[in-house]
C-alpha cells in the first residue's frame, strides 16, 4: 500500500518493466489503475530455460504455458514492446502472431568502461600472473553463465584440435553455473588441464580486466536473446567467434569484426585463422570497437525515449514529463 501511495504521488507518465512476473504484474495493476502507459522489454527466451523447473518432465506443455504467460501479459497490458534483437521480434510476430508494435532496440551498455586504455595496466599483469599466464599465450575467452544451454561443451572438446596448432592457447572460462563441475571433469579427462582456465564468478567491477588479458572472445550460446558479452568484448577491442545465431547476426559483422560459425569443422577453421595471424585478431578488434558505439547507453537512452514519446502519444494529460521539464528547465534548477 505504501508503494501505491508513493507511485501515485510521483504522478508518473510511464512505466518501464523488464519481467513478466512479480514487479512485472505489480506495474500491470498501477499502470491500469493509473491509467499510465506501461512499456515493456522483453529479455530472456524463458522456453529455453523451463528444463530447469521440470526437470525433463512435460517440458512441451510446460513450453506453452509460458507462451501463454508472456502472450496474455504482453496483450492485456503493454502499450509498446522493446525487444533487444530480430530473433526476439520474429518470436512474437511470427510465433506469437502479436498484432501490436515491436521495437528493436539492442540493450545499450557503458561501453567506455571495456575500453583498454581506461584499465590499469599493473592490474592487467598482476592478473596475467594470478592466472600463470605468460607473454607467448593467446587467450580465447568465455564469458557467462556456465551451463549446457551455453554449449560450453563444444568450446572445450574442440580445444583439444587448436592446442595441436599452438600449444600456448588457452580457453578461459569466466563464470559460475550449474556445468561448472561437470566441465571440469570433462577437461581433466581430455587431458587439456593445463591449457583450460576456470576463472570463476568475477566481480561486475573486474570484468573488463578478463577482457583486457584476452585476445579472442568465443560463445556457442544458442539461449540469446542479444549477447551483451558480445558488444563488451567488441568494446574491449577483441574478434568475436559466435555461433550463427539470429541473436547475433546483427551484431557481428562476419569476417569484418569476427566470425560466426555453424558447426565444428566450422568453428576450428576460424579459429585457426586467428590463432595464426596477430594481425587477423588486431584489424578485427579495433573494427568492433568501432561498432560497439552504436549500442552505447546514449544512444539506447535516445531510442527509448522515443519509445517513452509514441506512448504518450494522444494522451490527454495536462502535465507530461516532457512539459513539466521544459517549464523546470525555464525556471532554472534552483527555482530562480
Request: hydrophobic share 35%.
Amino acid at each position: 500500500i505504501r508503494a501505491v501511495n508513493k507511485i501515485k504521488k510521483w504522478n508518473l507518465d510511464v512505466i518501464h518493466t523488464h519481467t513478466e512476473f512479480g514487479i512485472g504484474t505489480f506495474a500491470r495493476v498501477i499502470g491500469k489503475q493509473f491509467d499510465i502507459p506501461v512499456i515493456h522489454t522483453y529479455h530472456t527466451m524463458y522456453e529455453d530455460y523451463v528444463h530447469y523447473i521440470t526437470k525433463g518432465y512435460f517440458n512441451e506443455s510446460s513450453k506453452k504455458l509460458v507462451e501463454y504467460i508472456t502472450k496474455f501479459y504482453c496483450d492485456t497490458t503493454i502499450k509498446e514492446l522493446i525487444v533487444p534483437t530480430k530473433k526476439t521480434y520474429d518470436l512474437f510476430k511470427e510465433k506469437y502472431k502479436y498484432d501490436r508494435n515491436v521495437h528493436i532496440i539492442p540493450t545499450g551498455i557503458e561501453i567506455e568502461r571495456f575500453y583498454h586504455e581506461k584499465l590499469n595496466h599493473e592490474k592487467l599483469t598482476k592478473l596475467k600472473q594470478e592466472l600463470n599466464l605468460t607473454k607467448n599465450d593467446i587467450v580465447a575467452m568465455f564469458l557467462g553463465r556456465v551451463a549446457p544451454e551455453k554449449n560450453v561443451e563444444l568450446l572445450i572438446k574442440n580445444h583439444v584440435n587448436l592446442i595441436k596448432k599452438n600449444k600456448n592457447f588457452k580457453l578461459m572460462i569466466v563464470g559460475d553455473g550449474p556445468g561448472l563441475d561437470d566441465y571440469k571433469q570433462m577437461v581433466s579427462k581430455l587431458k587439456i588441464s593445463d591449457n583450460v582456465i576456470f576463472a570463476g564468478k568475477v566481480p561486475w567491477e573486474e570484468v573488463p580486466y578478463y577482457y583486457g588479458i584476452s585476445d579472442i572472445f568465443v560463445t556457442a550460446s544458442h539461449t540469446e536473446t542479444q549477447g551483451l558479452t558480445i558488444i563488451e568484448a567488441m568494446a574491449s577491442g577483441l574478434p568475436v567467434v559466435a555461433l550463427d545465431d539470429d541473436a547475433f547476426r546483427n551484431v557481428i559483422i562476419d569476417g569484418l569484426t569476427g566470425y560466426l560459425f555453424k558447426n565444428k569443422k566450422d568453428y576450428l577453421n576460424v579459429m585457426f585463422k586467428l590463432i595464426q595471424s596477430s594481425e587477423n585478431r588486431k584489424s578485427m578488434g579495433n573494427q568492433g570497437r568501432i561498432n560497439s558505439e552504436v549500442y552505447s547507453s546514449k544512444y539506447f537512452a535516445e531510442r527509448v525515449l522515443s519509445v517513452y514519446k509514441l506512448a504518450l502519444k494522444g494522451r490527454n494529460k495536462k502535465k507530461t514529463f516532457f512539459s513539466r521539464f521544459k517549464t523546470t528547465f525555464k525556471k532554472g534548477i534552483y527555482g530562480k
